[in-house]
């Protein structure tokens, strides 16, 4: 998860949105195809708790 929480630092605030929507949409992809794999979602979660943390550590 590193190598992600430092790409992410890396990325402008348009480019953390669209990864933001991005994540919401392959979670929500996921989830509608049935039998949803929690690891997965998980992960997914992570990423959008690390832009959350980089939003706010720029503010």
Known sequence: M???EQQI???SEDGMFLLYK???NRIGSH???G???PQYI???ESILNL???ELMRRK
């Open 2 to 4: 590193y190598l992600i």
């Open 9 to 11: 630092k890396t990325l």
């Open 22 to 24: 991005d994540v919401i």
């Open 31 to 33: 989830m509608v195809g």
């Open 35 to 37: 039998n949803p794999d």
């Open 42 to 44: 998980k992960k997914q």
């Open 51 to 53: 832009i959350q943390d």
